[in-house]
T-cell receptor, first 112, second 114 residues
Framework: GDSVTQMEGPVTLSEEAFLTINCTYT??????LFWYVQYPGEGLQLLLK?????DKGSNKGFEATYRKETTSFHLEKGSVQVSDSAVYFC???????????FGTGTRLKVLA | NAGVTQTPKFQVLKTGQSMTLQCAQD?????MSWYRQDPGMGLRLIHY???????DQGEVPNGYNVSRSTTEDFPLRLLSAAPSQTSVYFC?????????????FGPGTRLTVT
C-alpha cells in the first residue's frame, strides 16, 4: 500500500544553519505531496504542497521539490530560526482515495 | 471564522467508560476526518466522511464510531474506553475530496484512559 517514510529525529540545529528533512514515498497512483508543521500544543497546518512531478512548493523560506524519479519530497530551508522549532510531517494523497497518508514526523529544535 | 473546533481539550476516562469527542467546522467543508497521533507513529486515520450522511473507516477504526448528520459536525464516539486509546485526537476538514486538497486541522483533544 501507499506509504511515507521520513528521517527520524530529533534534528537539532543552530540558528541560521541549513535544514534538510528527508521524505520518500511509495504510491500506486499519482500522488500530491504535502509538508505539514505542528507547533507545540497546536494542530497541524499546511506548510507547502506539490501536486505533480517537478513542482516545487515553497512557503516561509521552506522549499520542497516533487521528484518522481527518486520518489522523494525533501524539505529544505537555507537558514533556520528558533521559531522554526516544531514537528514536520510529510504526507501524500492519491487520486481515487479519500485518505491521506502521513509520515511519522520529524522534530526540529533550533538553538539560539 | 473559527475554522475547525474540538472539545474538550483534555479528558481523562476510566477503562470501560464511553464518551464523545466533538468536532465542528464553519467553512462548509464536505470532507472531514479523525486521526489519532501517537509517539513514533505519526497520524493514523480513524474514520472519515465525504459528506453529510456518508462515513467510512480508516486505518484504525476499532473501538470508535462516527456519524455525520450535518455538514458542520463530525463527532467521534468511544464506545468502551481502553488504555490503548490514550492518544491525541485531531479532527480535520477540507473543502472537498480531491488529491490536491489541503486539510485544516483542529487543535486536538488529549485523551488519557486509566
Amino acid at each position: 500500500g501507499d506509504s511515507v517514510t521520513q528521517m527520524e529525529g530529533p534534528v537539532t540545529l543552530s540558528e541560521e544553519a541549513f535544514l534538510t528533512i528527508n521524505c520518500t514515498y511509495t504510491a500506486t497512483g499519482y500522488p500530491s505531496l504535502f509538508w505539514y508543521v505542528q507547533y507545540p500544543g497546536e494542530g497541524l497546518q499546511l506548510l507547502l504542497k506539490a501536486t505533480k512531478a517537478d513542482d516545487k512548493g515553497s512557503n516561509k523560506g521552506f522549499e520542497a521539490t516533487y521528484r518522481k524519479e527518486t520518489t522523494s519530497f525533501h524539505l529544505e530551508k537555507g537558514s533556520v530560526q528558533v521559531s522554526d522549532s516544531a514537528v514536520y510531517f510529510c504526507a501524500l494523497s492519491t487520486s481515487g482515495t479519500y485518505k491521506y497518508i502521513f509520515g511519522t514526523g520529524t522534530r526540529l529544535k533550533v538553538l539560539a | 471564522n473559527a475554522g475547525v473546533t474540538q472539545t474538550p481539550k483534555f479528558q481523562v476516562l476510566k477503562t470501560g467508560q464511553s464518551m464523545t469527542l466533538q468536532c465542528a467546522q464553519d467553512m462548509n467543508h464536505e470532507y472531514m476526518s479523525w486521526y489519532r497521533q501517537d509517539p513514533g507513529m505519526g497520524l493514523r486515520l480513524i474514520h472519515y466522511s465525504v459528506g453529510a450522511g456518508i462515513t467510512d473507516q480508516g486505518e484504525v477504526p476499532n473501538g470508535y464510531n462516527v456519524s455525520r448528520s450535518t455538514t458542520e459536525d463530525f463527532p467521534l464516539r468511544l464506545l468502551s474506553a481502553a488504555p490503548s486509546q490514550t492518544s491525541v485526537y485531531f479532527c480535520a476538514s477540507s473543502p472537498r475530496q480531491g488529491v490536491t486538497e489541503e486539510q485544516y486541522f483542529g487543535p486536538g483533544t488529549r485523551l488519557t484512559v486509566t
